[in-house]
């Protein structure tokens, strides 16, 4: 145990301590250990490496540590070797002997390991030289990774707390408030809603008790850069929130973490458990005689308990239903008192801002948007995972330089959906502006709290658009009568544009009761769900028309199942028998060759021209007294080489048995 | 302190933070409310209250009757913003709830006639909520509240079985403005009064009080009375 740490001297001392501590000379073995990564059986391989270290007698010429995500989840498990900075993907617990064998006695990588360009086909052996990691600036990301979360010497020896000792011993409270207004960060929950702002607020509030919170509720479908910051750098919250909680007065934080992450939970307890312990959190805080504890709470399980308003009812122990906030909460939020709520990522910027100062970290970004972000890029692009970037870096940059563009199989790039369920599609054209809150929402779409889903020529506009209002639909709490009644409503309408029974009125309407809905509702998540159904509209409306005047998916996603396109045909007798008979005045009244046909389709009797030949499986043409499906059945059936054994045949039953519609559209059918 | 609020170019003085809907009342100005009751907190889920407020040069739209009056603020109760937005979310209602008697009455003080919207059903209960704080805060037993999310959302009891903590005070019949939570009487005295909500059973009192001696329906029985006499007058 080491002892309590008093002064910001006693923090250097021990940085000393633990630096000198380290062996240069030393292999390091970072396997990641945290979510995915372990899905994949990380705990296995570091175990593995533990015991054949030990065997062959490298235990103290190597260290493996379990560190946080790099954000390549997707390929995970993976591992970095140091000094070499080899990087490791796809590492299965068997492959451990090979690389104590090959790399770590030899030198030489194990080349099944290492990463594949998509482009070249060629290894690449340092993770820097690949494209996913190449554009990253990573800053709130630097130390996941790299260090193991479960140690604070680990964290202190990368320089943690050093901005903590900065702020309470050189700092005034308005000070530290001023540096966070000077370095222009903004909420990266969601809002943007400038920090150093919200902080003066609640500084300022009238009332003794306050308090601090860190939103890590992440419930985006999708989204997983909280958690990967929870679990792989848990004190850099707790270290800005510490600094948080002194500038703005409050004794007390707390962390609401989504009940999903048990791992966060987990690495954040013993981050608040090691910092008590060494004295950075509870009373007297490094001499500067100031007293400060967090609890980590964790969520009642619905999306909305992320609400600002929302989670302070959780945390209060009501229903997590939004409350109002015509008093901000910064005035009046928990118990009614001056609360400062922001996400983790928000929190995790602080100790930067003030360990390197607010002018170097406005350097970075754009007028509005500073320093960087962290977004989760999934769906259909090359490599997916986390990626820090800096704010303004252009969504081409993102989605084609890191994301390495569309998977493989020819299809185009259509639309980037970002800002999470309540974000907006943006589409190809617009791939140049810069990514940074305002231009985000000018184009209809939001930062939101970083969620990026790529998607290509075989997306519908429309059914995305549905997807997400059915999510928001069932994650809405039901409070209030705009959210809750018209989403149901929204979602009613966009499932019949998708099923071809949308109707000349409907994009007005969905228009219309999007502004009822931003105008009235209660939070936010009312107040944002038109989003994807506006920004689609506004970009790919003609998807919107094709399904309803044409009953057409030009994607080819949607599917009614009562209805029968023309363009579903892909020989054109039998449509052209259909459409004579329907226009004949006989269709209506039973006519009976057509049940006659109907027999022979569905039997797949033939038709002969003689008495004697009748059988079971035959209809005698004189049976007939119309020539149409005669004709049919003479000339086209008898002479094509499948004999009514083919699909067009079934869809042509379905539409005289009844079963479905035909329907008609701009495009007509392509010979096969 | 005393704040001073224009409200459709009509100037009144009220306590600071008092909800504008009250300081509209004090002017006789109408607007429509479903969730509010002056007994209890201001639940704002209606937002059939809304009124366009300004401050500082830009307008929104707010809830009258949970948003603070503050010096300076400007209100318009009639707006055409206003008219649509209190419009729309009639025509929601009415889709969900077409056979409420009071819907129907205020849809057409209102003058909607036609509905946009699909039909969905016949539900009775507008989740206003009402029922649930009157319980809450009037009765101090919370014996009923909210149970799920969105569309399913419901009143019902903890678990959804037979509430014993209901004390069958009836306050909760009286306040709810569709007549959806009935009372029932009871066979003797013994088995005190039971509610029924649409489907739900609350059970009588658990202590089998006689009503005149029960100790719980004293504590409240003041506010009780103003909430019935109000809820009465009303209708
Ligand atoms: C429906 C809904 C869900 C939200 N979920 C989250 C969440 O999971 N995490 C989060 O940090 N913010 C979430 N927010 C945003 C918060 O309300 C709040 O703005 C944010 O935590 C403030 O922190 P920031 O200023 O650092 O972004 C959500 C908002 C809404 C309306
Ligand atoms: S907008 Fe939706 S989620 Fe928010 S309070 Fe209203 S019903 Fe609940
Ligand atoms: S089979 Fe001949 S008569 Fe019967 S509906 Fe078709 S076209 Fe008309
Ligand atoms: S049997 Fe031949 S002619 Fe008849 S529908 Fe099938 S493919 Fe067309
Ligand atoms: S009757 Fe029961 S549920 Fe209704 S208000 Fe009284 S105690 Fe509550
Ligand atoms: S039962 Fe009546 S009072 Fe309770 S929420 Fe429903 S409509 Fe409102
Ligand atoms: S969890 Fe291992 S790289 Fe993300
Ligand atoms: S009366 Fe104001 S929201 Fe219902």
Redesign the interface.
């Known amino acids: 145990m080491i002892s309590k740490i008093k002064t910001p001297s006693d923090l250097e001392v021990l940085r000393q301590a633990i630096l000198s501590r380290q062996d240069p000379n030393k292999q390091v073995l970072r396997v990641c250990c945290t979510t995915a990564c372990r899905a994949g059986g990380a705990l296995d391989i570091v175990k593995n490496f533990k015991e054949e270290l030990a065997e062959r007698g490298l235990q103290d010429k190597v260290e493996v540590k379990k560190t946080g995500c790099r954000g390549f989840c997707e390929k995970g498990p993976v591992m970095v070797i140091e000094p070499e900075e080899i990087f490791y993907s796809e590492v299965k617990p068997k492959d451990v002997t090979k690389i104590i064998d090959y790399t770590l006695l030899d030198g030489r990588p194990v080349k099944r390991l290492l990463y594949t360009d998509a482009e070249t086909r060629k290894k690449i052996t340092n993770e820097k030289d690949i494209p996913f990691f190449g554009k990253q600036v990573r800053r709130v990301f630097s130390k996941t990774g790299k260090i193991d979360p479960t140690q604070i010497q680990d964290y202190i020896a990368e320089g943690g707390y050093r901005a903590l000792a900065k702020a309470l011993t050189t700092m005034e409270p308005e000070e530290i408030i001023e540096a966070v207004e000077a370095s222009g960060l903004r909420g990266r929950g969601g809002g943007g809603f400038p920090t150093g702002r919200k902080w003066r607020a609640c500084w300022e509030a009238p009332g003794s008790a306050r308090y601090v919170i860190a939103n890590g509720d992440e419930g985006d479908p999708g989204a997983f850069m909280d958690r990967s910051l929870m679990e792989g750098d848990p004190h850099s919250i707790v270290e800005g929130m510490i600094i948080g909680a002194y500038a703005i007065g409050a004794n007390e934080g707390f962390i609401y973490v989504r009940d999903e992450y048990p791992i966060a939970v987990e690495h954040l307890s013993i981050a608040v458990e090691q910092a008590t312990s060494l004295g950075l959190l509870g009373k007297d805080i490094l001499g500067a005689g100031f007293d400060f504890t967090i609890e980590i709470e964790r969520g009642a399980g619905?999306f909305?308990c992320g609400e600002s308003t929302a989670l302070m009812n959780s945390l209060e122990g009501r229903?997590g239903?939004p409350?109002?906030k015509?008093?901000h909460t910064v005035a009046s939020g928990l118990w009614d008192r001056p609360s400062a709520l922001n996400n983790v990522e928000t929190w995790a910027n602080v100790p930067l801002i003030i360990d390197r100062g607010a002018e170097w970290y406005a350097s970075t970004g754009t007028a509005n948007s500073k320093g960087t972000k962290i977004f989760s890029l999934v769906g259909k692009v090359q490599n997916t995972g986390l990626i820090e970037v800096p704010m303004g870096i252009t969504l081409r940059e993102i989605i084609f330089d890191i994301g390495g563009g569309i998977r493989k199989g020819g299809k185009l790039f259509k639309a980037v959906q970002t800002g999470g369920p309540s974000g907006g599609c943006i589409p190809e054209h617009k791939m140049d502006m810069p990514v940074d809150y305002d231009s985000l929402k000018s184009l209809g779409a939001i930062m939101g709290s970083g969620g990026m889903i790529v998607m290509d020529e075989n997306t519908c506009m429309v059914d995305t658009a549905k997807y997400f209002v059915n999510f928001l639909?069932?994650?809405?709490?039901?409070?209030?009568?705009?959210c809750?009644?018209?989403?149901?409503?929204m979602h009613?309408i966009l499932t019949n544009i998708c099923e071809g029974n949308g109707e000349a009125e409907d994009i007005a309407?969905l228009e219309?009761?999007s502004s009822?809905m931003m105008?009235?509702?209660?939070c936010a998540l009312g107040g944002t769900a038109p989003n994807p159904v506006l920004s689609t509209i506004r970009y790919f409306r003609d998807e919107y028309e094709a399904h309803i005047f044409d009953k057409e998916c030009p994607a080819g996603v949607c599917r009614n199942p009562g209805i029968i396109r023309v363009t579903e045909f892909g020989c054109e007798s039998p449509l052209r028998f259909y459409e004579y008979c329907f226009a004949c005045p006989q269709f209506k009244d039973g006519c009976p060759d057509l049940s006659l046909s109907r027999t022979m389709l569905e039997g797949k009797r033939k038709l002969v021209f003689s008495d004697k030949l009748d059988s079971e499986d035959t209809v005698n043409a004189k049976e007939f007294h119309c020539l149409k499906p005669l004709s049919y059945f003479e000339k086209s059936r008898n002479t094509c080489g499948r004999q009514g054994k083919c699909r067009e045949e079934g869809l042509l039953v379905d539409l005289l048995s009844g079963k479905k519609e035909l329907v008609h559209s701009g495009t007509r059918l392509k010979k096969s | 302190m005393m704040v001073r609020i224009t409200i459709d170019g009509q100037i009144v003085h009220v306590k600071r933070?008092t909800p504008v809907l009250e300081a509209a009342k004090q002017l006789e100005i109408f607007i429509p409310t479903l969730c509010y009751h002056k007994a209890l907190k201001?639940?704002?889920?209606?937002?059939?209250c809304?009124v366009e407020a300004f401050r500082n040069g830009r307008s929104k739209?707010?809830?009258s009757c949970?948003?603070?009056a503050e010096d300076g603020l400007v209100v318009f109760t009639a707006t055409d913003?206003v008219k649509?937005?209190r419009k729309?979310?009639m025509e929601?209602?009415l889709?969900?709830c077409p056979e409420v008697p009071q819907i129907q009455q205020l849809a057409e003080k209102m003058g909607i006639k036609a509905v946009?919207?699909?039909k969905?059903g016949d539900r009775r209960c507008i989740?206003c909520?009402l029922c649930v704080r009157a319980c809450e805060e009037l009765v101090g037993v919370s014996a009923i509240?909210?149970t799920?999310?969105?569309?399913?959302?419901k009143i019902n009891t903890p678990f959804g079985i037979e509430s014993k903590v209901c004390i069958g005070c009836g306050s909760c019949t009286y306040i709810c403005p569709t007549g959806c939570v009935e009372m029932v009487g009871g066979g003797s005295p013994s088995d005190g009064r039971s509610m029924n909500m649409g489907d739900l059973a609350l059970a009588g009192c658990p202590n089998n009080y006689e009503c005149e001696a029960c100790e719980i329906d004293r504590e409240f029985i003041e506010e009780f009375k103003r909430v019935v006499k109000d809820v009465r007058a009303k209708t």
């Not at chain 2, 799920?148 to 959302?153: A, N, P, V």
């Open positions: 619905a909305v229903v239903e409350r109002a015509y008093v639909m069932s994650e809405s709490c039901g409070k209030c009568v705009p809750r009644e018209g989403l149901e409503q009613e309407l219309r009761l009822l105008d009235t509702s209660l | 933070h201001a639940y704002g889920a209606c937002r059939l809304v739209l707010v809830t949970n948003y603070p913003r649509t937005a729309g979310i929601l209602l889709a969900r946009r919207f699909k969905k989740l909520g509240n909210f799920s999310r969105g569309t399913e959302k």
